[in-house]
């Protein structure tokens, strides 16, 4: 069996399907995005697709270290994200090859569903207590939403102040076995991410998420002194090499490696291995498509340490498409009593509806990362 055809496909809201097609009619799905720069994933993986074409697309850890380690620069976001899209495709075609589902090949299931959570406060997070509220009522046990706005590095009291009258009016809406987790998104700085990490404290978050960006992670040092509550990143972190130090540091307890952008389901089963033996949990990130929810629940399956994972239904990027729309069965993403059960059909487990990822492909998108600015008009985080 040997690679053919590259065929790429820009959807909306914010996603790029890649669909490998080989000559015995098999095909495998992946999503490699960077969200904001599609147009330039899109290009990496045309670039390294030009390697694999008439090859064999079974043999895909040599595949990955060639692709990987065959350029003198390696990593980043692009780079690894395009890698990362393929190496779904390719796993989706060997289990539809051999008639099994990812997780059976990497091992074997270790559960039979993985706890999912609901987003429900986005970039300027309003109305969250109702919202929270309404997602436990449709059977979620854990929900997520963003803390803050723009914050400066030093900020007035009252912004903190705001956050925490959110976040108890969500306790308060849900009560105390609900999970709830406060994702800072970066856009925090050292001095404020202690001022919050401390007041949120009493609420128990469920985990506090990049409460800075990742090139600061050596303030989780001082930060972790300020509460108890579990600190969780990694969504920005690439291969095994990203995580490397996070681990050794020890002050992360939950890291999130993004499927489609960490390198693919069998790096990301790597980095989790490497978590459990630092005994750190693992909550894939995944704010994406099906595609990449479909390879973030087949590692889900076969990783003991896995405890919750990320799904972008109803989310608030997902604008005038959703999670479910280029499924041909949307069923395969059930949700019950907060769970979703381990897909059991060969490779990621899903059929694309094709029909209407070429009529969205057809018009595309152009999405890009909001541009914020503080009052004095510098560039503040998003």
Known sequence: MKMTAFKLYRVAPRWLFLKIETD???????????????????????????????KSPLTIEDHW????????????????????????????ITGKYVNLPVWQMLGGAAREKIRVYSWIGGDRPHDVAAAAKEKVDAGYTAVKMNAT????????????????????????????????GIDFHGRVHKAMAKQLARELDP?????????????NNEALREIARYTTAPIATGE????????????????????QPDLSHAGGILEVKKIAAMAEAFDVAVA????????????????????????LQEQSLGIHYNQGSDLLDYLADPSVFAYQDGHVAIPSRPGLGIEINEEAVE????????????????????VAEW
């Open 24 to 54: 015995e009619g098999i095909a495998g799905w992946g999503e490699p995005i960077v969200e904001g720069r599609a147009g330039t994933v899109e290009a990496c993986v045309r670039e390294l697709s030009e390697y694999l074409i008439g």
């Open 65 to 92: 270290q060639t692709l990987y380690r065959g350029g003198f620069y390696r990593g980043g976001p692009i780079l690894t994200s395009a890698l990362s899209g393929i190496e779904q495709a390719l796993w989706d």
């Open 149 to 180: 706005e723009e914050l400066n590095y030093i900020d007035a009291h009252s912004k903190v102040e705001a956050v925490i009258e959110r976040i108890a009016a969500v306790r308060e809406a849900v009560g105390k076995d609900v999970g709830i």
């Open 203 to 215: 609420y128990r978050p469920m985990f506090l998420e990049e409460p800075v960006l990742p090139e």
């Open 236 to 255: 920005r972190q690439y291969t095994r090499w990203g995580f490397k130090q996070i681990l050794i540091d020890g002050y992360v307890d939950i890291i």
């Open 284 to 307: 894939p990130h995944c704010p994406l498509g099906p595609i990449a929810l479909a390879a973030s629940l087949q590692v889900d399956a076969c990783t003991p340490n896995a405890i």
């Open 359 to 378: 009529q969205a492909a057809a018009k595309g998108h152009d999405w890009r990362n909001p541009v914020w600015r503080h009052e004095d008009g510098s």
